[in-house]
């Protein structure tokens, strides 16, 4: 979004009624903010109320240059408290529970402003998709991939429908219900290639669906079916890389390019891609770190080690975690086991110095995970 949305001259229109702040959640200096505002999936666009500082709109994952703009304008009118129609006001009150993060009366309020709002309503991609989003932030995958079932067969073709069945395809996978989780499948995957298929769709919102369809290939079993996908998931971001106007928008497909290579069984085809990016942008992390990953997976323990080392030395706060998991892994690919200990254990002392609101729990656990492997200290 930063590299192919934000910058629309479109976007200026809302320049005087809506000033832009844009948050590296990760960054130090960021912290209080990212306690006072905590964010749940990146990216985050949110609407402050400058007078309460309380959130009256948020929205997860990216979004079209329409659609920032219809979401400026529902936010525009929670902050005047402007009637509307009664599925406007239910909107309005699913954007404020969504900005406290009260996920499942959220997606109340969104299924009430659905049915209020009928076929006609201008709101009902938006709030069909919140729905689907919120039911998915509530941690409870059953009524999340009933949203999905329900609402996509009637989302327009396009950006929202895309977002939609993505969420849909990884609430369904995690089902334990057997029986449930086949149905529900059986039912996603068509409406899933549909959207993909689908014009008006956003590079990463497509790279998202591919994502999606391939692992729920692999996980019915198709593992066929996945490496094909996987490929073809390869050759459209390569594509998109391609046609990338700047080294860092360009450099914004390494991370899927390196997921897709590696589930392909082709991880040295995105070689050349990974160096280009650390060589362009020696300032940024990212690149030696994806290197550092790749490099683990041609087996050369010695050069993930050194590219983490590199990573380290331009991480900052919370992105620490993740090299330092990287460099203990590497350690212990080259045999040294005692060092990939202290690394691991030198993660989470550094972890727990953290804020809550930014320490990164993900990678905190798999430190400890790889530490409980390992023998833990002194073993």
Known sequence: M?????????????????????????????????????????????????????VVLRWAGTATVSQIERLALDAERALRAERGSKADGALARADRLMGERRHAEAAAAFREALQAGGKGWAGRERAGEALVQALSFAGDPSPCTAAAREVLPRLAPGAAAARAAAMGLACAREVE???????????????????????????????????ELSQTRSAR???????????????????????????????????????????????????????????????????????????LELGRPKDALAAAERALARAEGPRRIRVLVLKAQAEDAGGDRAAARATLERALSEAAALPDGVRPKGYTAKAEKLLGELGGAGE
């Open 2 to 54: 930063r590299a192919y949305v934000l910058p629309d001259a479109r976007l200026a229109r809302l320049a005087g009624r809506f000033v832009r702040l844009d948050i590296d959640t990760e960054k130090p200096r960021n912290a209080p903010f990212v306690e006072k505002f905590p964010i749940d999936a990146w990216p985050s666009l949110l609407v402050v109320d400058p007078t309460t500082e309380q």
């Open 177 to 211: 219900d057997e029986a449930e989780r086949t149905a529900a499948l059986d039912a996603l995957e068509p409406l899933a290639r549909r959207a993909h298929r689908a014009k008006g769709v956003l590079a990463d919102d497509r790279s998202w669906l591919y994502d």
């Open 221 to 295: 079993g198709d593992e066929a079916g996945a490496k094909a996908l996987a490929r073809r998931w390869l050759a459209f971001l390569e594509a998109e890389a391609g046609r990338a106007p700047t080294p860092l928008s360009r450099s914004s497909f390494d991370g899927p390019r390196l997921q897709a290579a590696i589930r392909a069984e082709e991880p040295a085809r995105v070689l050349p891609a990974l160096l280009a990016s650390e060589r362009d942008l020696p300032g940024e992390f990212v690149p030696p770190t994806n290197l550092g990953v790749l490099y």
